[in-house]
């Protein structure tokens, strides 16, 4: 997810002094597990019931012709007319090797607005080639920026778990979706049950701070996976709830926990 909700601001290129209070950021990386898909229902403003997209992301160790790598695969749909779009479409594609970001490429449309980006990693720099409604832009990011929002889907291929480091940490991302990347900081709320498909389960509960604008909240798994459950971000003044559907196909229900 860049987060697959702020995809309508894809044009922006966000460069910034990068401030690493809290040193470099593990990466989301290649690591040798099975992969995973997860699927989402999008809903928006107070609805509980109507959904407004979807939102779908995979997690895949594959070999490649340059080696062992993770593929990231990413597509986003909805359509609402509060965003004065009523067609939103995007896919992201990520390479990630055992250091981090390795490259992406992004395609999205917003009612006319087309965007494009690709980027591959050379040496320090992370160097991003956009076509914008047909504009030809470039950017660079620092190499060390090697997690991508995408990475807080399933925190099982960071390489330092979600529930590890201080409470309160800078928290930079790389955001695909927008081609560039942007200062963050990362709050870890604590231990909180909720209510998932009418089941009680325990998450662990984070924000992720923006620069501008009200954070954004995750709710994850406990178990090694880190799966995220739930998330709330708010666009264009709407809030926004992704909501986890299924895993690798098949309805995902949470063992229920009274504790």
Same mark, same amino acid.
């Given at each position: ?66 080696? =062992? =790598? ?32 390795? %490259? ?5 449309? &917003? ?31 620092? %190499? &060390? ?11 099982? @291929?960071?390489?330092? %778990?979600?529930?590890?480091? /201080?409470?309160?940490?800078?928290? /930079? ?68 709830? @992704? ?17």
């Amino acid at each position: 997810m860049h987060s697959p909700g702020r995809i309508l601001h894809a044009g922006a290129i966000i460069p910034f002094a990068l401030a690493m209070t809290a040193g470099t950021a593990p990466g989301q990386i290649l690591m040798d597990r099975d992969p995973v898909r997860l699927e989402y229902v999008i809903r928006a403003g107070e609805s509980t019931v109507d959904s407004v997209g979807t939102f779908a992301v995979s997690f895949e160790p594959t070999d490649t012709p340059s080696g =062992r =790598r993770l593929l990231v695969h990413a597509v986003t749909q909805f359509g609402i007319e509060l965003l004065g779009a009523q067609e939103h479409h995007s896919k992201i594609d990520l390479v990630c090797d055992k250091t981090g970001l390795e %490259s992406f490429a992004v395609s999205a449309s &917003s009612g006319e607005r087309t965007v494009e980006h690709t980027a591959n990693r050379k040496e320090e720099t992370i160097v991003v080639r956009s076509l914008v409604d047909g504009k030809k832009a470039s950017a660079t990011i620092p %190499s &060390s920026v090697l997690r991508t929002d995408l990475g807080l889907y399933c925190g099982a @291929f960071l390489a330092e %778990s979600l529930a590890d480091g /201080p409470m309160m940490r800078d928290f /930079p991302l790389l955001v695909p979706a927008s081609g560039g990347h942007a200062p963050r900081q990362k709050f870890r709320e604590g231990i909180l049950r909720i209510l998932h498909r009418g089941q009680p389960v325990r998450t662990m509960v984070s924000r992720i701070v923006q620069s501008e604008g009200p954070p954004d909240r995750y709710w994850h798994t406990l178990d090694e996976w880190q799966l995220c459950l739930r998330r709330e971000t708010v666009i264009g003044g709407t809030p926004f709830v @992704f909501e986890l559907a299924k895993v690798n196909g098949e309805p995902y229900r949470v063992e229920s926990d009274s504790r």
